[in-house]
Every structure is written in C-alpha cells, then in structure tokens.
C-alpha cells in the first residue's frame, strides 16, 4: 500500500520562506506531484519530480529523496494570495494509473 | 487551456434517489478520474478510466458506479444515494504521455447534498 503525510496546517508572514514536507510509506512509485486548492476553488497542478533533487518554478520549488521517502514544497517571497491548502500526490509504478494524495497542508499566510 | 466541466456546482438529492455526476474535458485526453473531497481527508480516488468503456475501481468505490461511453465524458453514478455520500465530488483528466500524464487538470467540483 501506500500512504502519504502532511502537517495539517502552517502559518508564516508575507515575503517569508516556508517548506511544506510530504513523507510517503509507498514500494515504488514514479515521482511527486503537488497541487493548490483555493477555497472553493479547483485542485491546480504546481510541480512534479520524477528524480530525485530540486525543481523550480519561479517563486515555487519541489525537492524530491527517494532513498528518504520524502518531499517538499518550498515556497518564496509569501504572498497573501499563497494562503491556500497545499497536496501532495504520488502515482504507484507498475499496472494501471492509481494516484494518491495527501490529505493536504493548510498554508496561512499573514500581513 | 485544458477545460473540464461538471454539470453541476450544486445538486442536493434524497436518500435512495439515483443520481448522475456529468463530466465532460475537452483536451481528448485519455485518463478521467472521480474523486471526492472531505474535510480533513483531502481527495479520495473512487474510480479512475483510461479508455473508452474501461474502468479501475480507485480507493472507496463502494456505492458508485462509472461509465465512459465517449472519451471526453466520464460519469459517476449514485445507484442510491446515502447520507454518507454528501461530499465535493471532483472530475480531473490527464494525457497518457510520458511526464504530462502526471498532471491532472481539475473540474470545478460538485457540491453534493443528501437529505
């Protein structure tokens, strides 16, 4: 089987640097995902490594360590429209496509 | 843009009635997925197709039912609604190539009440 953890929640101040961590319990998988969800909105696709190491995307970056089981999301320069909940995901190698993801990071981002 | 629609935002259903989940993308791609959402258990896959008329049953597919006769169109179906099935209920899609299949594009979600 496979399971993904999250901290539930986070809080920092606009312009902060804060990680958002993803432990895994998963035998072989392709690589993580991270996705945002606004209140009410939809899930929208942030990042995803397939290697081990970092990948950046502007203010945003993912790092992945297989040999760990962990992850992270690493966001820059906070801004108050950061303030959102925050899901990691893994797809499992082998057989079908199966996704499965984290039961999601609340970030609050204060002024 | 990828665009997935659901039929609706909101629906609210009596226990024992059969309802329909419409979800339409329109990036022809090959993979659509239902998930539900609560509160604190972030998004739970219930049934996952990579094809026309194929189907995997994902991690709670009890008490539901899919069909995908077209490939931009996925349904999920509520044989008889239960209490326990009022949720957000969300569509996504995704291509089947290479590292683009590992992104999924969202629906806007489907807020389910049952009475």
């Known amino acids: 089987g496979q399971s993904l953890e999250q901290p539930s929640e986070v809080t920092a101040v606009e312009g902060a640097i804060v990680q958002i961590n993803c432990t895994y319990q998963t035998s072989g998988f392709y690589g993580l995902s991270w996705y945002q969800q606004h209140d009410g909105g939809a899930p929208t696709f942030l990042s995803y490594?397939?290697?081990?190491g970092l990948e950046e995307t502007g203010r945003f970056s993912s790092f992945l360590s297989r040999s760990d089981s962990y992850g992270y999301l690493l966001l820059q320069e906070l801004q108050m429209k950061d303030s959102a909940s925050y899901f990691c995901?893994?797809?499992?190698?082998?057989?079908?496509?199966?996704?499965?993801f984290g039961r999601g990071t609340s970030l609050i981002v204060h002024p | 843009d990828v665009k997935v629609t659901q039929s609706s935002r909101y629906l609210v259903k009596r226990t024992g009635e059969k309802v329909f989940l419409e979800c339409v993308q329109d990036?022809?791609?090959?993979?659509m997925f239902w998930y539900r959402q609560d509160p604190g258990l972030g998004l739970r896959l219930i049934y996952f197709?990579?094809?026309?008329?194929?189907?995997e049953k994902g991690d709670i597919p009890e008490g539901y039912s899919v069909s995908r006769e077209k490939k931009e169109r996925f349904s999920l179906i509520l044989e008889s609604a239960s209490t326990n099935q009022t949720s957000m209920y969300l569509c996504?899609?995704?291509?089947?190539?290479?590292?683009?299949?590992?992104?999924?594009?969202f629906g806007p979600g489907t807020r389910l009440l049952v009475l």
């Open positions: 995901a893994v797809r499992k190698a082998g057989g079908s496509y199966i996704p499965t």
């Open positions: 197709s990579y094809d026309v008329k194929m189907k």
């Open positions: 990036m022809d791609h090959e993979n």
């Open positions: 490594n397939a290697l081990d």
């Open positions: 996504a899609s995704s291509p089947n190539s290479g590292r683009l299949q590992e992104t999924q594009y």
